[in-house]
Nanobody, 121 residues
C-alpha cells in the first residue's frame, strides 16, 4: 500500500504564489508517474499537471506558463509551484500517483486526501 500526503495549501491573494508538495510512503517498488488534480466546489475533479518518472510533463491549458511540476524520484515526492494565482484556481488539490507496491504487482492509482488552496483578496 502506498500513502500520499500533501502539504502547502492555504490562502493567497490573487497574483500570489504557493508551493504544494506531496510525498509518497509505504510499500513502494516503483512510481511510474505523479501528478496534481484539483476539484473546485460544484465541479468535477480535473487534471492540473503530471510528470512521469522520466521527467515528461503535461499541464492543463489553464495553468500553462503559471504552474510548474517537478519530481524528486529519490524521495518519491512531487512539487507544484503555482505562480500568478487567480481566484478560479481555488480548489482542493489532490496528489495522485501510479505506483507498484512490489515487483510482481501492477500499477495502481493512489490518491492523497487533498489540500485546500484559496485565492482571494
Amino acid at each position: 500500500q502506498v500513502q500520499l500526503v500533501e502539504s502547502g495549501g492555504g490562502l493567497v491573494q490573487p497574483g500570489g504564489s504557493l508551493r504544494l508538495s506531496c510525498a509518497a510512503s509505504g510499500s513502494i517498488f516503483r512510481i511510474y508517474n505523479m501528478g496534481w488534480y484539483r476539484q473546485a466546489p460544484g465541479k468535477q475533479r480535473e487534471l492540473v499537471a503530471t510528470i512521469t518518472r522520466g521527467g515528461m510533463t503535461n499541464y492543463a491549458d489553464s495553468v500553462k506558463g503559471r504552474f510548474t511540476i517537478s519530481a524528486d524520484n529519490a524521495k518519491n515526492a512531487v512539487n507544484l509551484e503555482m505562480n500568478s494565482l487567480r481566484p478560479e484556481d481555488t480548489a482542493v488539490y489532490y496528489c495522485k500517483s501510479a505506483a507498484a507496491a512490489s515487483v510482481v504487482a501492477g500499477s495502481v492509482d493512489y490518491w492523497g486526501k487533498g489540500t485546500l488552496v484559496t485565492v482571494s483578496s
